[in-house]
């Protein structure tokens, strides 16, 4: 479970790691439905949102630095705090070139820590804080950018920070509902039918009843999503039949047919 929510970084190890740092978390009984518990401890499902995220930080370090230097690291913390705004994620822009700004006060970081719960930004949270307790902001080096701390602490409640997008929420729980069948237990979708299970689970964030999505859209984010995971093998109905790249050709093939 630490492993999972350290992986993850969502809301959910937001919740628990303070917890689950603790050696009595099982003291506390905690109880889940099975099948949440499968899902969230799936060891290839949550590589993959790890993967993603230094996927994602590297490609931006790449962009921000011209120079030779390269990561040796084996493993880096998704936000690195003495290089990247608190606020926005940005890496500074050029190599040897100093945050604009840190946390050099405890009433700075007060304000911060009371504005992200007004707000109730778990993002930020997730950053400033381990668990339930506050970071020492002051003695972490955490930085920012002037322009975006400014920005943020004049944010109202009534303006608040966007909300999810529907269509990322609803590509979530697609995943979560595939991805032990998809990668575990050898199961087979076929394009259009998880297309439209995910416009059903779009019209529940919605009012609009008849959301539109098309299935090259879906095909690109399972794609970007599972990468080489998973194959899409062209089907006799006119879609794509999508399945684990563990599968021989033979259980492939027998699959298919049977859909």
Known sequence: ??????????????RLMSDLHSDGFLS?????????RNRYLLKKSYELVAQKRLTSFSATSAESDPGPSKITRSCIDPFQKKTMCV????????????????????D????????????????LLLRICHGDSPVDMVAEDICYHRECMNKYMATRCADNIPLPDI????????CNEIDIPLLCSGSGYLL????????????????????????????KRLQAHYGSNIVFFP??????????ASLSVGDVLAKAEDI
């Open 87 to 106: 606020i926005c994620e940005k890496v500074y822009g050029h190599v040897g070139k100093k945050p604009t700004s840190k946390v050099v006060t405890h």
């Open 167 to 174: 269509y990322d929420v609803a590509f979530q729980r697609l």
């Open 1 to 14: 479970m630490k492993n999972a929510a350290e992986a993850r970084q969502d809301v959910i190890a937001f």
């Open 192 to 219: 259009s039918t998880l297309c439209m299970t995910y416009r059903n689970m779009l019209e529940l964030h919605t009012s609009n009843d008849d959301m539109s999505y098309k299935s090259m859209y879906l095909r």
């Open 28 to 36: 506390f009984r905690p109880m889940w439905h099975s099948q949440c």
């Open 235 to 244: 089907h006799t109905s006119g879609t794509d039949f999508i399945y684990s």
């Open 108 to 123: 700075r970081a007060r304000s911060l820590m009371e504005k992200a719960k007004e707000l109730n930004d778990n993002g």
